[in-house]
């Protein structure tokens, strides 16, 4: 790990020690409806924080597991998941690096994780992406809008390289805390 990495764990994790504002306890309601009109299956959430989609997919019937970089937001996912009955599977690790799953799912969720890495990490986490998504599988991302050479965000170009990439279903703007610009993407391998 290099410094700045160190430095960005470090961070996050400081920022468990209370509640980060992008750690709501409340599902939203995009994920909400895609369970409604999804029949259950494996799941995979990018970026699971402490746990609150991985539950709400699991209540729903689909199996879950969660990749995390914070240890306290997986130590917080683990005991959320036993508490509600559910097998905790959540594993603190890079989202750039996940060799180590063996299963491909029929949903992989990032609510905010995304649009948060460098343009280095972007690329091994779509190349990832690639090998994790099973046929027919969806990817619903969540991302902050960049109009610019905003530090975090996707932006208008990437967008469109990603509908290279995968078949994009919809396309959702929005705005986080009714001040970042924000977009959802459900697309499909």
């Not at 995390?68 to 690096?97: M, N, S, W």
């Not at 969720?109 to 343009?119: E, K, N, P, Q, T």
């Amino acid at each position: 790990m290099v410094i700045s990495e160190i430095i960005r764990w470090v961070r996050y994790n400081l920022r468990y020690f209370g509640r980060p504002p992008w750690d709501t306890g409340i599902s939203p309601p995009e994920l909400l409806a895609f369970i409604q009109k999804t029949s259950p299956g494996r799941a995979l959430d990018l970026g699971a924080g402490s746990g609150t989609n991985m539950a709400t997919l699991a209540d729903a019937g689909w199996e879950t597991e969660g990749v995390e970089f914070a240890i306290i937001a997986v130590q917080a996912a683990r005991r959320k998941l036993k508490q509600l009955g559910h097998a905790p599977k959540v594993y603190c690790h890079d989202v750039t690096d996940l060799g180590f799953l063996a299963n491909q799912y029929d949903l992989v969720l990032d609510i905010g994780c995304y649009h948060g890495l460098s343009r280095t990490h972007r690329v091994k986490y779509l190349d990832n992406l690639e090998k994790l998504l099973a046929v027919n599988g969806t990817f619903l991302l969540y991302a902050f809008y960049s109009h610019g050479d905003w530090r975090v965000g996707i932006k208008e170009e990437e967008i469109n390289y990603l509908s290279t990439r995968y078949r994009l279903i919809s396309r959702q703007m929005g705005l986080d805390a009714g001040i970042n610009e924000s977009v959802w993407l459900d697309s499909k391998i």
